[in-house]
């Protein structure tokens, strides 16, 4: 580097590229942004965290007795126990004590000779207890050769219209995994298959696993989302459900067909296996699926909240349901969420357990907080995923921009998750990258989550929320950085280097720049120049002196020409401008001190005090400057 020359900054494969240029620039032209009170921590980000979702771990399933699909006539077996670990017997062999049907979908069910039966129209038998999650469930059952049935798990008590049938076939499950009960010729999922309640086959299992009228035993060993089925004791599904899609409810019997189904179950019996254990890098379910234990409703506005069928529901009205815990700081949320059409709705974090009026008498709003968007409301201009903060209650300033609203369709399920690592934040949808945005403000730092439903005409529903706390960091800045005037800066990492050589000289001032910051990438422009101050005092400028000299240059061309002729006055000037323009990004530009400057020249840190000694700095530090390395003619 020559002493006293203006540089100006490229990239190459991440290092500058430092070329010297014979120009009478001013300092101005080496922006530098940092924090008000100089160069300290705060203007560094956190560190980009990358959570990928657990990959769930191999499941044993749970060992029968003694040995699988082999019936156990054991007085301990037949006994009725709430111990988890024993097998309990949900048919008594004699009536249908403990099972109920459905008013809108009743069917035909008793018990004959001891097994349970059923035929007719499309039908479910339910048992009563709603609350089974982890289990192995065996049964021994019979089909004729056209029926078909099934056995449905972790479902709510609840029929639905089928969305394609009519007539006795017209009502189906809203939610919920099937084991299917059939043989039929004509159909793809024989017993054992796995589907969910809308007819996806989620593990189609070996065709034609036993002979139609002839007893056999299915198995259903469902553990968190790993869910397994065998018949006869042979492995038939096995299907680990990464979306999670339900996590416990009701055991259910189905007829399904226009009276062509005769099934029989006449031994139904189940063993409660132990809860998940938490997971080993530090998830935390906030729901438990039962009811709104850890939740709270500020006591000024409450809310339409309540659990239903193992779901977690907002509707009605303006509310928020907040978390217990109030010092949620560095985090990975991840929940499973689903909003009716038109519903507008949002996971807020870091907020106050406060709230205040706002626009309406009727609604309220948390005073100071980081949003998630949940939005069906094809009008509003942020779609899910969005992230927004609001210092008061309204309006919230919008930090990460979501543009694709097809990431979510409403009333369908979805996973949504937020990272907040110190001012940086990340949403992603189905695992996709959804808003990648900083606060360069940092304006909240901990505080409680809150579930909102904002416009009245909202349901959203959620049937998984839980979270992995992150410990503080310190995440590098992004590499580049372009302001509301398109003037582009790029970062200097912090470091150590040795100022002050050159022409096989060693530098002599060693100096630590304790943290990173932007300088500017290009010379600022006459016309961004003007911009700020509202003239162009250049002597290259159409009204300067110099205009004969570019008078063939185009206006396009000439606005991109450095600003020059300007004193050190006008440039403190301009600065000063610059603040007050840019003072809602958080950002504060100065000029950079000598060190800085000299500093960024050689490129940054430096490991070797040998590399002091040279005069041009590129991937590698050199005397020689070739032609095609010059910026200038």
Request: proline fraction near 7%; charged fraction near 20%.
């Amino acid at each position: 580097m020559k002493t006293g020359s203006q540089l100006k900054s490229t990239t190459d494969t991440g290092r500058w590229k430092w070329v010297a240029a014979a120009t009478l620039l001013v300092p101005v032209l080496a922006l530098a942004l940092t924090e008000t009170s100089g160069v300290t921590h705060w203007f560094r980000s956190p560190t980009s965290t990358a959570v990928v979702a657990p990959k769930p771990e191999p499941i044993v399933g749970a060992k029968a007795d003694p040995q699988v699909g082999e019936r156990v006539d054991s007085q301990t077996d037949r006994q009725q126990s709430p111990n988890k670990g024993e097998w309990v017997q949900l048919f008594n062999g004699k009536d249908l004590t403990g099972w109920k049907t459905h008013p809108l979908s009743g069917g035909d069910w008793r018990v004959d000779n001891g097994a349970i039966a059923g035929q007719g129209s499309t039908s479910y038998l339910f048992h009563e207890s709603g609350d089974y999650g982890n289990f192995h469930l065996r049964i021994e059952a019979k089909i004729n050769a056209n029926g078909d049935a099934g056995v449905y798990f972790r479902t709510p008590f609840d029929v639905q219209p089928h969305p394609n049938q009519a007539g006795p076939a017209k009502f189906t499950l809203p939610a919920g995994y099937e084991a299917a009960v059939a043989v039929r010729s004509n159909s793809p999922n024989h017993t054992g298959s796995l589907t969910a309640a809308d007819g996806s086959t989620l593990h189609t299992g070996p065709l034609n696993p036993h002979l139609p009228d002839e007893w056999f035993v299915l198995e259903v060993i469902a553990e968190d989302n790993h869910i397994r089925t065998l018949v006869d004791g042979k492995p038939s599904a096995d299907y680990i459900d990464e979306k999670r899609q339900f996590s416990r409810g009701h055991i259910a019997l189905q007829t399904w067909g226009p009276n062509i189904t005769q099934v029989q179950f006449r031994k139904v019996e189940i063993k409660e296996l132990p809860a998940s254990p938490p997971e080993s890098d530090g998830w935390v379910q906030l729901f438990n699926g039962k009811n709104l234990t850890g939740w709270k409703f500020h006591p000024n506005h409450l809310g339409d909240w309540e659990v239903r069928y193992g779901i977690l529901r907002g509707s009605a009205r303006n509310s928020h349901l907040f978390s217990e815990r109030g010092d949620y700081g560095n985090f990975h949320l991840r929940a499973e969420a689903k909003v009716n059409l038109g519903g507008d709705s949002g996971i807020l974090f870091r907020a106050p357990f406060e709230l205040r009026q706002g626009r309406t008498p009727r609604e309220f709003g948390v005073p100071g907080w980081y949003e998630a968007e949940l939005q069906q409301n094809r009008s509003h201009l942020r779609p899910t995923g969005s992230i927004s903060e609001a210092t008061g209650v309204v309006p919230p300033t919008t930090l990460g921009q979501v543009s694709d609203r097809s990431l979510t369709q409403p009333d369908e399920w979805f996973t949504i998750e937020v990272i907040a690592a110190n001012n940086h934040f990340i949403t992603k949808i189905n695992g996709v990258e959804a808003a990648n945005c900083n606060d360069p403000l940092d304006r909240h730092r901990t505080g409680h989550l809150a579930l909102q439903v904002w416009h009245p005409n909202t349901l959203v529903q959620f049937r998984k929320i839980e979270i992995k706390e992150l410990p503080p960091s310190a995440s590098p800045l992004p590499s580049t950085y372009t302001n509301g005037l398109g003037m582009e800066f790029v970062v200097v990492p912090k470091g150590k280097s040795w100022l002050g050589g050159g022409q096989d000289k060693l530098g002599d001032q060693e100096v630590e720049i304790p943290a990173d910051f932007y300088l500017g990438k290009h010379e600022v422009t006459q016309e961004q120049w003007t911009q700020v101050m509202g003239e162009n005092p250049s002597h290259f400028s159409r009204t300067g002196e110099g205009k004969q000299a570019v008078k063939d240059i185009s206006d396009a061309d000439l606005k991109r020409f450095p600003v020059e002729n300007v004193s050190w006055d006008q440039c403190q000037e301009f600065v000063a401008k610059l603040n007050q323009r840019e003072r809602e990004t958080g950002w504060v530009y100065r000029l950079p001190t000598e060190a800085e400057w000299e500093y960024a020249c050689r490129g940054g840190p430096m490991s070797d005090k040998l590399d002091s000694a040279f005069d041009f700095y590129f991937a590698k530090p050199t005397n020689i400057l070739l032609p095609e390395q010059a910026n200038s003619n």
